[in-house]
């Protein structure tokens, strides 16, 4: 089965990739983030990626305030290790379990750029901070352990690490990053690698040092990918709303993005920017795999396009490179979870690939 997830737009949404002073946005409010968040419940969503950063609200408030409006739908909670400590990380997250009934996943972000990195006044090099967080893994996972843990590292010295109890289950942790220092990190420590959308090849490529890293350690590794998606009945009509997308985009935006990208030290963003290298003219990196929004977007900037089959064919070719878990995102991210639930899903359903939904079909009244 593949695990289907969904995004929350903490930091606000709209319809343009890049908004300007004319586009109508749409601020990240409860009541919004909790329509989306129902909404993805009710189309069969497993969780939501709440992302982390000073232009979001806070992923642990934000996600812990939809646990009542919610049932089901878990939640994908984004955060940086150098901010706190790992027993303080396991408490969190292990009452997050018992406040939701086992609706928390973790998502262990190290890389950012250094400006980013520099609001929160984390000053330590890449290499520093990938190492820590190995050692921030292990200490938390040592908290969740149900037996006072106590660990003296290069970077963390702990006694008697523990929380109230054992969360249940224990959250699975999500971990990317694309450099040599965080494969590493991930086939030590974590139990879902991810990756920004890229070729077929490419992502195989990845996954195969990972998975060797993990079995040298006699562990295994999951898998799971980040994409954006346009998908309509037709692959005319998805393709129309992309070149729409393109066109939104001002020359001088693309220019400052690639000025950008040109810069950063994120191998990962490096990676996706040149996928394109700003050429308007190669966005189709493989069939139905569109890099457009990464020409102003930072982080994933690949978007499955096409007919809801074109786009459910790529899902499953990915899906046999061994990718589990998909986090799909969309502009705006409500009516996309709808066009994609409505769309995408329900033939990957037909396929034996996601579970039925519960209740199964309704019937709409005609008024006759």
């Not at 750029?113 to 967080?133: I, N, P, S």
């Not at 995408?344 to 034996?352: D, F, H, Q, T």
Request: charged letters at 25%; aromatic letters at 10%.
């Amino acid at each position: 089965m593949i695990e289907m997830n969904w995004f929350l737009p903490t930091g606000g949404d709209s319809r343009d990739v890049l908004p300007d002073d004319s586009s109508i946005n749409r601020a990240p409010s409860h009541a919004y983030l909790a329509q989306i968040a129902r909404a993805c419940e009710e189309l069969g969503f497993d969780a939501l990626l709440t992302p982390c950063g000073t232009g979001c609200e806070d992923a642990w408030l934000a996600t812990s305030s939809l646990i009542a409006l919610t049932s089901r739908i878990k939640f994908l909670v984004a955060f940086r290790p150098a901010l706190l400590t790992p027993t303080l990380a396991a408490q969190m997250a292990s009452t997050f379990q018992r406040m939701s009934n086992g609706r928390c996943l973790v998502n262990i972000v190290t890389g950012a750029e250094q400006a980013e990195l520099a609001r929160f006044g984390v000053t330590e090099d890449k290499e520093t901070r990938y190492e820590r967080t190995g050692e921030f893994i292990e200490v938390m996972r040592g908290a969740w352990s149900g037996k006072p843990f106590s660990y003296k590292g290069k970077y963390f010295e702990v006694t008697d690490a523990t929380t109230r109890e054992i969360p249940d289950p224990v959250p699975p942790i999500y971990f990317g990053g694309a450099s040599a220092s965080a494969e590493k990190v991930a086939g030590e420590n974590v139990d879902l690698y991810l990756s920004w959308g890229e070729t077929p090849d490419a992502i195989k490529e990845r996954q195969d040092r990972v998975a060797a890293i993990a079995a040298a350690q006699g562990r295994t590794m999951r898998f799971g990918i980040r994409f954006h998606t346009i998908a309509r009945p037709t692959s005319e009509e998805a393709w129309a709303v992309a070149d729409g997308i393109l066109n939104s985009m001002a020359p001088d935006a693309i220019a400052a993005a690639r000025e950008d990208f040109l810069k950063t030290q994120s191998v990962g963003q490096r990676r996706q920017f040149e996928l394109h290298g700003g050429d308007l003219s190669k966005l189709e990196i493989h069939p139905n795999v569109w890099a457009g929004i990464g020409l102003v977007r930072g982080g994933v900037g690949t978007a499955l396009v096409g007919s809801y089959e074109e786009v459910a064919d790529r899902i499953v070719e990915y899906h046999n490179l061994g990718i589990e878990a998909f986090i799909m995102s969309g502009y705006p991210h409500l009516e996309e979870a709808y066009w994609f639930g409505e769309g995408v899903m329900p033939i990957l359903r037909e396929r034996g690939y996601l579970p039925a939904l519960e209740g199964g079909p309704t019937k709409v009244f005609s008024f006759r």
